[in-house]
């Protein structure tokens, strides 16, 4: 008897943590980020984004802003957890640094497919999301093997993979996996917060 194992190489992993519980600290990072946006210019350089509000790359060194000590609490915490899952490993890096941003995005702004070149893990966390039909207000993820593209099987998994988000959600993913966000129409505005985890192992 013929004895088959399927093994799937290559997999890329990506990872969705619902945060129950989350309303509240939505709410006031929702508010912060208004304030922040209500005072300043977008910081529009080197971005993949069409339109929006963005802040710079120092967001969680902001300590003494509402929600984002708690915020970076959430990412630090998940990140590890990312590792673990992903790598099997007990014993975690010895360095992990975050950079991270914030956006608050309204109708027609989206992002433009791109990677987050340099680091190792990259999170997006939802604050706000209007709730709009598919693929309104989506992230997707390109599959990183070209050759995919090509045909395969009929049934094989798509060359991409949507995430619809919603308020509380964090999704991480290896900063090397290309994605884009789709606009949404009507009124609302969506509200995120991304960061970077740049890991090694001194």
Same mark, same amino acid.
Request: charged letters at 20%; hydrophobic letters at 40%.
């Given at each position: ?17 619902? &945060?129950?519980? +989350?309303?509240?600290? &939505? ?6 980020? %208004?304030?922040?946006? #209500? !005072?300043?210019? #977008?910081? @529009? ?18 300590? @003494? ?6 915020? %970076? ?12 899952? $992903? ?6 890096? +010895?360095?992990?640094?975050?950079? +991270? ?7 027609? @702004? ?11 893990? +990259? ?8 709730? %709009? ?15 995919? !593209? ?42 995120? $917060? $991304?960061? &970077?985890?740049?890991? #090694?192992?001194?």
């Amino acid at each position: 008897m013929p004895a088959d194992t399927l093994i799937q190489a290559f997999a890329t992993p990506i990872m969705l943590r619902k &945060n129950a519980g +989350s309303a509240a600290l &939505n709410e006031t990072l929702h508010a912060t980020l %208004r304030k922040l946006a #209500s !005072e300043g210019p #977008s910081d @529009d350089a080197h971005r993949a984004h069409q339109g929006g509000f963005y802040t710079k790359g120092d967001f969680f060194e902001a300590a @003494d802003l509402p929600g984002v000590a708690e915020m %970076r609490q959430i990412a630090a915490r998940t990140t590890v957890d990312y590792i673990k899952q $992903v790598t099997g490993r007990k014993d975690l890096p +010895s360095r992990i640094q975050l950079i +991270s941003w914030a956006a608050l995005t309204g109708p027609l @702004d989206y992002q433009t497919p791109h990677v987050h070149a340099g680091a190792t893990i +990259s999170g997006v966390y939802y604050v706000a999301v209007p709730k %709009r039909p598919e693929p309104q207000g989506c992230i997707d993820f390109l599959t990183p093997l070209d050759l995919k !593209e090509m045909t395969f099987l009929k049934g094989d998994a798509n060359t991409f993979c949507r995430v619809v988000p919603e308020a509380g959600d964090l999704v991480l993913f290896p900063a090397y996996l290309k994605h884009y966000s789709h606009p949404f129409f009507g009124e609302g505005e969506r509200a995120i $917060v $991304v960061f &970077n985890a740049h890991v #090694s192992r001194d």
